[in-house]
């Protein structure tokens, strides 16, 4: 299982490719509070937010919203710090106490979650598995989505980011 922050699905979102997450994935879930982060950048007039609508699963799609319980949000609470949002600390807490990855983009919740022992993939970890199981299967089709990310969501992959990217679907092909 995988549980996916507000700015995974939001990149993928801007880039039509969502569906990268369930290819990798058996079960792709999200807390009640990045849709609520959605729906606030919905009503801003953000329209990227619709492709992942169409996704959730009470629309018939894949993406499963999910509400802390109790114990995940007392949890939440202990992991709060000044540099984690609310939502950030719930997904950390969700990931953790259900044993899931976590996929996020965000350092610091990298860092936290490696602290309390959860599994967190970034779009490097989510590339990289999507190439092994032949969805994204080409160097063209890699360039493609790497430049889609800078240009319509800002996002900039390191050097090393990429190189690891491109040696992995090297040794693929």
């Keep these: ?9 939001s990149s993928l ?18 807390p009640l509070s990045v849709i ?7 009503a801003e ?20 919203i999910v509400s802390p319980t109790g114990t995940e949000l007392e949890l939440a609470d202990e992991l709060g710090d000044h540099a984690l949002s609310s939502t950030d600390a719930r997904c950390l807490a969700i990931a953790s106490q259900r044993d899931a990855r976590l996929v996020t983009d965000d350092a610091h919740v990298g860092t ?16 990289q598995a ?7 299967s080409t160097t063209e089709e890699l360039s ?20 690891t990217l491109f040696e992995t679907i090297d040794a693929n092909e």
């Design 1 to 9: 299982m995988a549980l996916v922050d507000n700015n995974v699905l």
């Design 13 to 30: 979102a801007k880039i039509d490719r969502l569906e990268l997450l369930p290819s990798v994935f058996e079960t792709v879930e999200t």
């Design 36 to 42: 609520d982060e959605l729906d606030r950048a919905a």
């Design 45 to 64: 007039g953000y329209n990227f937010v619709t492709r992942i609508d169409a996704v959730k699963s009470y629309n018939d799609g894949w993406l499963e």
């Design 112 to 127: 936290r979650g490696a602290q309390i022992g959860v599994e967190v993939w970034d779009l490097v970890l989510l590339f």
């Design 130 to 136: 999507a190439i092994h199981c032949d969805v994204i």
């Design 144 to 163: 493609t989505l790497v430049a889609e990310l800078r240009d319509r969501d800002g996002y900039r992959f390191s050097e090393a980011d990429r190189n």
